[in-house]
């Protein structure tokens, strides 16, 4: 009889980085057979069915992406944002106490006034969003084997088409009619989702642990990241124009959560690239 596979669970793989996820692991990890976790197949907040499943499955790897990823709904609903961001990441890091588990984190667990994060700068985040991630976190990595990846904007083509930030971000111009200011003074290190994957499925079988940033190798400004995608959209006639993230009247933000990817970097034997670079490489990339 032949080996069965050993099975790994990706959750949240209707959204953007967990679809990527499941859609590189032939190349990335062929060995491995992937169980990619919907919210149809049950809820994450239904604990009893998560554990009969986990017990009939035994998955010997889990990569936990399913979150609340949206600032203003977490901000709108912190005791929502808390079960789902912290406790469901709680009850799957038991589960996975003897197995490696990868938890996707933020860099907006940083407050944004230094820029240039590594990992073991301090954390201060702004927002719920920011504070939940980072109450996950500090439950995921009181077990040794266990992975925190820290990412910033994350790009490509989602199962909806709105949950890239490339996908909103054209959605919100093709809405916009005369046209959008772009924040000139916030900074982030945005990544091809499908770079995000390829690094931690690399990072997974290396059996890393700990905490790594896994970022575009640049920063860049909201307005500078406009420039370059509406290049690729030449049917959006709207506008960008230069503004302030300080005139936002939305939840704080941080000004500068660029991440030091040097850590990453040195265990990758593919490096991750600079947003720039990866897009003029890519002309034919939906983005």
């Known amino acids: 009889m032949p080996c069965r596979q050993p099975t790994v669970w990706i959750t949240g793989t209707s959204g953007l980085i967990g679809n990527y996820l499941v859609q590189t692991a032939p190349k990335c990890a062929p060995g491995w057979r992937v169980r990619a976790l919907k919210r149809a197949d049950f809820d994450l907040l239904d604990f009893a069915a998560v554990e009969r499943e986990f017990a009939k499955e035994q998955p010997r790897l889990v990569i936990h992406c399913a979150a609340i990823t949206a600032v203003n709904e977490a901000q709108k609903n912190p005791a929502l944002a808390r079960r789902v961001n912290v406790e469901v990441t709680q009850r799957l890091a038991e589960l996975s106490a003897h197995i490696p588990f990868i938890f996707f984190s933020t860099d ?129 006639t709207a506008k960008i124009e230069a503004g302030s993230a300080r005139d936002f009247p939305g939840p704080p933000r941080p000004l500068d959560a660029s991440l030091d990817i040097s850590k990453v970097q040195k265990v990758l034997s593919q490096p991750l690239p600079k947003f720039s670079d990866w897009l003029a490489k890519n002309p034919r990339e939906l983005f």
């Open 108 to 236: 907006l667990v940083y407050d944004g006034r230094q820029g240039h994060y590594s990992e073991t700068d301090a954390a201060n985040p702004l927002h719920v969003y920011g504070e939940t991630k980072l109450a996950a976190e500090e439950i995921v990595l009181k077990n040794p084997r266990h992975l925190v990846v820290r990412t910033s904007l994350n790009g490509g083509t989602s199962p909806s088409g709105t949950r890239a930030f490339n996908e909103q971000l054209r959605c919100l111009l093709q809405s916009a009619g005369q046209g959008m200011k772009l924040f000139t003074d916030e900074f982030r290190c945005p990544v091809p989702a499908v770079e995000t994957a390829r690094a931690v499925w690399e990072l997974a079988q290396k059996n890393c642990a700990g905490i790594y940033h896994v970022a575009g190798a640049e920063k860049l400004s909201r307005l500078q990241i406009g420039e370059l995608l509406v290049k690729r959209w030449p049917e959006v």
